[in-house]
């Protein structure tokens, strides 16, 4: 019985000092977070009102803006999180990789331990994107079941999306072919989802990629638990099924990839 | 007289790395081509050899980051291959690229050592903060990692891949790029470490003066071969009298067939 529990213990010590190393990098230099807060705060702004206006957009019950906020949300989650593969290759080679590598510490705590990092990142922007839909008048849903349902999907997303991001890295290795297929992928998973448009707007073929794409999963139970009004089109517990199914997955191919970005 | 090249240890503790006809290729590569090599708990071990001879890549079978292509190695106890977080658990390393954190303080690196390694929550403070002192680190602490010299950072590195009492300690290239000064810190509290704790140390250079004056035994490595393994005295009487190191070095990486 102790033995497992300190196992557990173990593996969470190892997880967090990752995370934490992660997180003191950021509070050593907040300007990465405060930049990275313009963009969201842009699409809602400049996109949204100016989407507002376009007729013919089912959003649903509520304005287009509130239609909108989730999809930011999940978007900044996303823009955050596949950074994570070209700061994996950064570190291997700086040679800081080879300082986790080398240590007793499971390849999955090590995993789990960056994608934390991320969440908190997410977290982040969460906050910021919380505020600015706020002061535009979005109806959202400050029920604290609602808000620890938010918490968990950006914590879910972040997970999916960095380790993804970190799988894409130990295949193509160096960071000039990261930076093109990053490119390559990002947009994709973003246009090809229900992020900024309503899957009923959308051509069969564009529908069908798009309900195969994780990222429509997240917005949709972001639409049911950030908004006041919110609904979810597939259902919030399908959506957490299919998220934490995508995780479970990518943490168990990047955990046996990860060691091999130093050979 | 030429004895083959298998390392036979001086002192008589256990044995802390048994390799075994180690080869590894990259393709048409052959960068190690079947090492064989003993070294015993509390020896300070040279590995000597100019670029590209297999220095690194043989710290990085025995270390657990990288696979062999044959042969077996065991170390601290432990077969790399099939038992590579048990090693891992007993031996500290210190790659040849910087590996501190530069965006993280001394304090903060450390402190990411101390609980990879799963040090006790209530010693972790008081080892880190005997640990920077004993590295002259401690007023450094607080600093960015990236302000650091060459010559500190790879004193954290050390502190840090020693907190945890390891039985072998891998250096590779530790002093490169080092000024004079930098590198006599960097040996003076190696020495003091593997006195206190017994460790073995193994070190990659192509300085020879820095072998001779801090090694037990040393191995001579060309093409992915050991050309010599021996006590600097030995290498050199074998070569002829008033031979020095760098005269047994060139004889020797000369011998190593392509
Ligand atoms: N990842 C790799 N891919 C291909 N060749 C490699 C790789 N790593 C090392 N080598 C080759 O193996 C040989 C030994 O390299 P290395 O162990 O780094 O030597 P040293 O550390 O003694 O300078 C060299 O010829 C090098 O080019
Ligand atoms: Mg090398």
Redesign the interface.
Known sequence: MTGRRNAVG?YL??L???A??EV??LI??PWDLVSRAVQPILWLLLFGQVMAHVRGIAAGDGSYIDFLAPGVLAQSVLFVAIFYGLSAIWERD???L?????????RSALVLGKALASGARGASQGLVIYACSALMGVKLSLAPANMVGVIALILLASALFSTFSLVIACIVKTRERFMGVGQFLTMPIFFASNAIYPLAMMPDWLKAIARANPLSYEVDALRSLMLASGHSQFGVGTDFAVLVGCVGVLVIVATRMY?RL?? | MTEPPEAEPSANGPLVVEADSVTRTFGPVVALAGVSLNVRRGEVFALIGPNGAGKSTLM?IL?????MTSGTARVAGFDVARQA?DV??R?G?V???????????GF?NM???A????IP?EQRRRMIHEALERMGLHDAAGR?VRTYSGGMARRLEIA?STLHRPDVLFMDEPTVGLDPDGRKAVWANVAALQRETGAAVIFSTHYMDEAEGVCDRLAVIARGRLAAVGAPAELRARIGAGATLDDVFTTLTEEVPA
């Open positions: 173990d010590t190892q967090l000092a990752v934490d190393a003191a990098k050593h230099d700086l040679g800081v080879h300082r986790y590598l080398v240590s007793p510490a499971p060691p130093t050979e | 990085k270390t657990t980051m990288q696979p977080q891992r658990r031996i390393y790659p040849q690229l910087l590996s501190a954190d530069g965006d993280l303080t903060e402190m990411l050592s609980r990879l390694y799963l929550a960015l840090q």
